[in-house]
């Protein structure tokens, strides 16, 4: 068995569209092709933007499209007690601060916060929690898209990790999870490539390894916006679903010959294992399929991260 572990890491805000269906699928196959694990997180750590029984209706479609998972779901909001005990080691070791900047001031001086609070010594009241920044992470090699570049006012900030409402930061739980999880392999859209540099932060400043990252391009609709939830993304179908995995595959550059379609389900994810060929996976990206006419290129093609 290989020591591959990759996962996929939906938000309950919504069900899977074609743009999830690509993340799911590309993560899935890499792992399996390595003979690796693939796991499952539901992040649910937001309640405020998650959408009653979309959870449930992700690890359906999930099933639907052939996309087992090993182990037991994952789910962010059991596991608050591990956040707290990362978030007590990092004020222990003094490495994170509270602040009480408002999101005005920090837009007001361009949207990047610049560590006004770090010596003040402020009370954790109406606070947010921020990381000590002490070694930023200006760059890091992505599996497919070679070395890329972060705007150092992003790398430098001292990002939160705990919110002032409360609830645990992104990029904190993310890190936890991946970590206490063993994922060896992170692979996922290009829309989060600008906070693979805060994760890996995290990981360093808790002396843990982080993962390898290979971030694959995005389904992009007619007026040029990404598919996902917040744009309203039309929910994968629940009819036969051979059909859009094989234009999942195309998407991906991945072989999928005329007829496969027609296997059986499983045969056809047998076969795209088999085939998988990350260096074939394009570097942009392009229109939805059923829209595509010519790429619809936009910065995620460029090696360079920002906000």
Known sequence: ?????????????????????????????????????????????????????????????????????????MWQSQRHDAYRAALAWLRTHRQSYFCTCSRRRIQQLGGYYD????????PPDNAALRLRQH????????RLRGELLADPQLAEE??????RDGLFAYNLAVVVDDHDQGVTEIVRGADLIAPTVRQI????QFGWTPPAYLHLPLAIAADGNKLSKQNHAPALPAGDPRPLLVQALRFLGQPAEEGWQDSPLALLLSQAITRWAPAQIPLHDALKPDEMTTPFLNGSQQAMISR
């Not at 899935?28 to 693939?38: D, E, K, N, P, T």
């Not at 070694?135 to 992505?142: E, L, N, Q, S």
């Not at 932060?201 to 360093?204: N, R, S, V």
């Open 1 to 73: 068995m290989s020591s591959c572990i990759g996962r996929f890491a939906p938000s309950p805000s919504g069900d899977l569209h074609f743009g999830s269906l690509i993340a799911a699928l590309g993560s899935y196959l890499s792992a399996r092709a390595q003979q690796g694990r693939w796991l499952v997180r539901i992040e649910d750590i937001d309640p405020p933007r998650e959408v009653p029984g979309a959870a449930t209706r992700i690890l359906q479609q999930l099933e639907h499209y052939g996309l087992e998972w090993d182990g037991e779901v």
């Open 135 to 142: 070694a930023p992470v200006r760059h890091f090699t992505d």
């Open 158 to 163: 001292d990002f939160i990790i705990h919110r």
């Open 115 to 122: 560590g006004y609070c770090r010596d003040r010594r402020l």
């Open 201 to 204: 932060a995290l990981y360093q």
